[in-house]
């Protein structure tokens, strides 16, 4: 049973993502600097996701876990991604650099959400394209 329902979701997620790479996405202000394919998942404010209870939750600025950010491996932040940057990910929208992820992940992007549902919405999605961004010269972010 747990079968069928991972393959159904699988091709859920597949039809999702062939779907999102015909459109042509608007990332406003901002251009791209470099893009990479990287996994995507989700994490919630749940202490249980971040340091176990009794642990307060939030990010590694010290903001409150929300959506519109995002988690970055390591490397990422090690490769020249920073606190702060924008980011594209495809089929999703823009968000905000705020925390990072355990060291063992690499190319990994964790998406904030508010619940456990959102998170199921997401899964694991892999090889999907993210753009870092950049304020082209002359604006303000």
Same mark, same amino acid.
């Given at each position: 049973?747990?079968?069928?329902?991972?393959?159904?979701?699988?091709?859920?997620?597949?039809?999702?993502?062939?779907?999102?790479?015909?459109?042509?996405?608007?990332?406003?202000?901002?251009?791209?600097?470099?893009?990479?394919?990287?996994?995507?998942?989700?994490?919630?404010?749940?202490?249980? =996701?971040?340091? +176990?209870?009794? *642990?307060?939750?939030? /990010?590694?600025?010290?903001?409150?876990? !929300?959506?519109?950010? #995002? $988690? &970055?491996s390591?490397?990422?932040?090690?490769s020249?991604?920073?606190?702060?940057?924008?980011?594209?990910? =495809?089929?999703? +929208?823009?968000? *905000?650099?705020?925390? /990072?992820?355990?060291?063992?992940?690499? !190319?990994?992007?964790? #998406? $904030? &959400?508010?619940?456990?549902?959102?998170?199921?919405?997401?899964?694991?999605?892999?090889?999907?394209?993210?753009?870092?961004?950049?304020?082209?010269s002359?604006?303000?972010?």
């Amino acid at each position: 049973m747990r079968v069928i329902a991972f393959l159904l979701m699988a091709m859920t997620l597949a039809v999702t993502v062939d779907a999102s790479q015909s459109k042509k996405v608007s990332i406003g202000k901002y251009s791209p600097k470099k893009r990479i394919e990287a996994t995507v998942t989700a994490y919630t404010p749940n202490p249980r =996701e971040n340091g +176990g209870r009794g *642990t307060k939750s939030g /990010t590694a600025l010290g903001t409150r876990i !929300r959506p519109g950010i #995002v $988690a &970055v491996s390591r490397d990422l932040l090690r490769s020249g991604w920073e606190f702060g940057d924008k980011i594209h990910i =495809e089929g999703l +929208g823009v968000f *905000t650099i705020e925390d /990072t992820m355990h060291h063992r992940f690499r !190319r990994t992007i964790d #998406v $904030a &959400v508010p619940d456990m549902d959102a998170a199921r919405k997401i899964g694991k999605m892999t090889k999907i394209e993210v753009t870092l961004l950049e304020v082209p010269s002359g604006s303000e972010s």
